[in-house]
Structures are given as C-alpha cells and as structure tokens.
T-cell receptor, first 119, second 112 residues
Framework: EAGVAQSPRYKIIEKRQSVAFWCNPISGHATLYWYQQILGQGPKLLIQFQNNGVVDDSQLPKDRFSAERLKGVDSTLKIQPAKLEDSAVYLC?????????????????FGPGTRLTVT | QQPVQSPQAVILREGEDAVINCSSSKALYSVHWYRQKHGEAPVFLMILLKGGEQKGHDKISASFNEKKQQSSLYLTASQLSYSGTYFCGTEEVANSGYALNFGKGTSLLVTP
C-alpha cells in the first residue's frame, strides 16, 4: 500500500511571498488532515477534511492560509502572504476507520512533510 | 486540549526499559502513540480505545486508564532503533471523530 505523498519536500521563500503544498492521501482514506509542526513541538491541526468537506478548520489562520480538497482525494494547502513564524514542517495525514462495533477510531498515517523556511 | 507528556527526555542504555506517560484533563475516547525520528514523519505505533485495553507491538506496549485519562507507553529491552521522539495524540470524547491533540513529545535516546 502506497503511503501519503507530499510535495515539495523543502521550500525556502521570503516573507510576504506565497507558497503551496500538495498532498495525495492513501487510497481509500476519506479523512485528510493538515498539521503544522514547529521545531521541538507536536503536530498542531490546521484543517481536517472528510471527503471534500471541511470538518474542522478552527485553528487555520484564514487571513493567510487556505486549503482545498478537490474531488475528495488530493489536497493543497496555500499560504499567502507568508510570515516568518510560518517556518515549520507541514504534515499531511490521512486516516482509516479502526475498531469494532463497540468503539471506533481513526488511525492516522503521515506523509514525509514539507519543511518550509521563511526568510 | 493538549495532553501532557512526561518525562520530557530519557536516555537509556540498550536493553533497559522505559515508560512514557500521557495525561489529559478531558475525557478521552482514544489515545494514539507515534514515534518520530529526526527529519522524518511521525510513524503510527498503536491506538488504545476507550475500555482500558492494553495493546502491544513487539516489545512496545501501552495501557489506557480511562478513569484517570492517562496512557502509558512501555518500551521493554530497548533497542537502538527505539531512539526518537514519542508523541501521544488524544481524541476527546466531546470531539470524537475529530483530529488528535498531540503532546509536546518525549525524546528518547538509546545508547550502546
């Protein structure tokens, strides 16, 4: 089974420029997440999609960040304009349902991430 | 709400055991454990669902005390390959089905 694919792996931009990241989830995974991971910290959710609908974007800085998931498969995350504090690794994850009749949860699988440096 | 992990860092010799704890002030539905090596993506280790179930994977096991909203990850007879940062991700009962809240991580170094 192919894993979550992301591109680019690395990106260096100047502040106020724009940047876009792409993610292709594991085939058949309906749920897709974008996380921001700042050095030394755990991943922080930016946005969660279920198929092509948004489930949670409460922590997405909507004045500069946007995301879409076309046809419920691939997704893009955009930052415009970028700030210095946006320097981080942007992780995409997808999930499948696990558990039995009593309890259900979702195992998440992460892509390799995009390391963004804003100068 | 972000769970609290302890300890922040651990240094072990190969073959020693370690325990990493994760606690939350919110009622939890599930706890997920991940290991992340430097410069790589987090790798899924295991998930514990509400019900106090204990799971294991090779020499790594975990428990979930839903009454205390705590989970512990047990690494037995540690190997060099266990080095990395361990994150717990919690799914709250109130937000079941939503994304995980991750702790700040526990850095584990296993030395020869």
């Amino acid at each position: 089974e192919a894993g979550v694919a992301q591109s680019p792996r690395y990106k260096i931009i100047e502040k106020r420029q724009s940047v876009a990241f792409w993610c292709n989830p594991i085939s058949g995974h309906a749920t897709l997440y974008w996380y921001q991971q700042i050095l030394g910290q755990g991943p922080k959710l930016l946005i969660q999609f279920q198929n092509n609908g948004v489930v949670d974007d409460s922590q997405l800085p909507k004045d500069r960040f946007s995301a879409e998931r076309l046809k419920g498969v691939d997704s893009t995350l955009k930052i415009q304009p970028a700030k210095l504090e946006d320097s981080a690794v942007y992780l995409c994850a997808s999930s499948r349902r696990t558990g039995g009749a009593r309890a259900i949860s979702y195992e998440q699988y992460f892509g390799p991430g995009t390391r963004l440096t804003v100068t | 709400q972000q769970p609290v992990q302890s300890p922040q860092a651990v240094i072990l010799r190969e073959g020693e055991d370690a325990v990493i704890n994760c606690s939350s002030s919110k009622a939890l539905y599930s706890v997920h454990w991940y290991r992340q090596k430097h410069g790589e993506a987090p790798v899924f280790l295991m998930i514990l669902l509400k019900g106090g179930e204990q799971k294991g994977h090779d020499k790594i096991s975990a428990s979930f005390n839903e009454k205390k909203q705590q989970s512990s990850l047990y690494l037995t007879a540690s190997q060099l390959s266990y080095s990395g940062t361990y994150f717990c991700g919690t799914e709250e009962v109130a937000n079941s089905g939503y994304a995980l809240n991750f702790g700040k991580g526990t850095s584990l170094l296993v030395t020869p």
